[in-house]
């Protein structure tokens, strides 16, 4: 029959190293939640960013439908001002 070897075991020692690794776990933790602040309050400007973009571009959709009213608008009085007048003789 197999007989395991006597280990001893530094039970202090082993507390202590893993008092540092949940340490190091939650400082981790922390930095991580650091970090997903930092992304998010980067996400918020460029969204931000990205609807200001979209009021710009609906206005500039806006002012070119207006420029192409005006267009219109000054094409047909144009065409009335040259238009011929039945009273006036061609020569």
Same mark, same amino acid.
């Given at each position: 029959?197999?007989?395991?070897?006597?280990?001893?075991?530094?039970i202090?020692?082993?507390?202590?190293? !893993?008092?540092? /690794?949940?340490a190091a776990?939650?400082a981790?933790?922390? #930095?991580?939640?650091?970090?997903? !602040?930092?992304?998010?309050? &980067?996400?918020?400007?460029?969204?931000?960013?990205v609807? /200001?973009l /979209?009021?710009?571009? &609906?206005?500039?959709?806006? !002012?070119?439908e207006?420029?192409?009213?005006l267009?219109?608008?000054?094409d047909i009085?144009? #065409? &009335? !001002?040259? /238009?011929?007048?039945?009273?006036t003789?061609?020569?």
């Amino acid at each position: 029959m197999w007989r395991r070897p006597h280990v001893r075991v530094d039970i202090a020692a082993s507390w202590r190293r !893993a008092r540092e /690794q949940f340490a190091a776990l939650g400082a981790e933790r922390d #930095a991580l939640r650091e970090d997903l !602040a930092r992304v998010r309050a &980067q996400r918020d400007e460029a969204l931000d960013l990205v609807r /200001q973009l /979209q009021v710009c571009i &609906q206005e500039r959709w806006r !002012a070119e439908e207006r420029c192409r009213e005006l267009y219109r608008e000054r094409d047909i009085a144009r #065409a &009335q !001002a040259a /238009q011929r007048n039945d009273d006036t003789p061609l020569h």
